[in-house]
């Protein structure tokens, strides 16, 4: 059994448990689940933005702890200041040492798209989602069958959530892509093995549909491949180990996006 297929049977079981613990009716009571979402599909296009989601990561289980103790409050402020498109917030605990009180106190902090990071395998986890505040929510091709995607990416969409489907290569993309879809995401990290390659962006960028917001994920380190991306027709960047490395991951995204947008005026200038 591969990482992923270890987290999603874990999945399951934890859905059941927090079914008895949290019933719908529950969540359906919160602030939150009649709040209108903010669009990240708007947000990653908006001009005055960079494009970057970034992430609030405690864990990996491939990394183990990088940064544990980190106040949500100050890192997602910070990035919103930075100039950041959108929040990213891992709520896995076991595995990424996430919770939803983590996306919660970056909601009541910030008014921006938030995506709810988790592993979604059941409508009630979208339920959760809304509760908590989240605007959008991943759900992965690799770790589901298309046409059970393609059924929460329209309950997603019931709800005002948007989706952005997460996928490896162009095979996975062509099974699970449907009209629900409104943010494709490239992983270049394979969940599988958790190896990276940044190929892998450039190997899918022609096969997105036209019209589908495209953004790549994992081991974007420097500014200048998101300058390479931008030309290869990628509208966003999920940025997380990079600025979660350090011990202030809101000053390292300020100083990232800062030396990013220079370089993209520079390119503008020398081209007029």
Known sequence: MNVLEEIINFKYQEVADRKALFPVKLLEKSLYFETPCISLDHYLLRP??????????????SKGDINPYVSVERTSIGYMQAG??????????????????DLMTARKFNYCPILRKDF??????????????????????AALQPARLKELASFARSLGLEVLLEVRDK????????????????????????????????????????????????????????VELREAGFNGFLIGETFMTTSRPERAAAEFIQAFRTLLDKKAHYVS
């Open 120 to 141: 979604t395998v059941d409508e009630y986890q979208i339920i959760e989602a809304k509760s908590i505040g989240a605007d959008a929510i991943l759900l992965i091709a």
């Open 171 to 226: 095979e996975e993309l062509d099974a699970a892509m449907n009209e629900f879809v409104t943010v494709v995401g490239v992983n270049n990290r394979n969940l599988k093995d958790f190896k990276t390659d940044i190929a892998a962006s450039y190997d899918i960028a022609p096969y997105i549909p036209a019209g589908i917001t495209k953004i790549s994920e994992s081991g974007l380190s420097k500014p200048e491949t998101l």
């Open 48 to 61: 005055d933005k960079s494009g970057i989601i970034a992430e609030i990561k405690r864990r990996s289980p």
């Open 84 to 101: 950041a498109s959108a929040l990213s917030v891992l709520t896995d605990t076991p595995y990424f040492g996430g919770k939803n009180e």
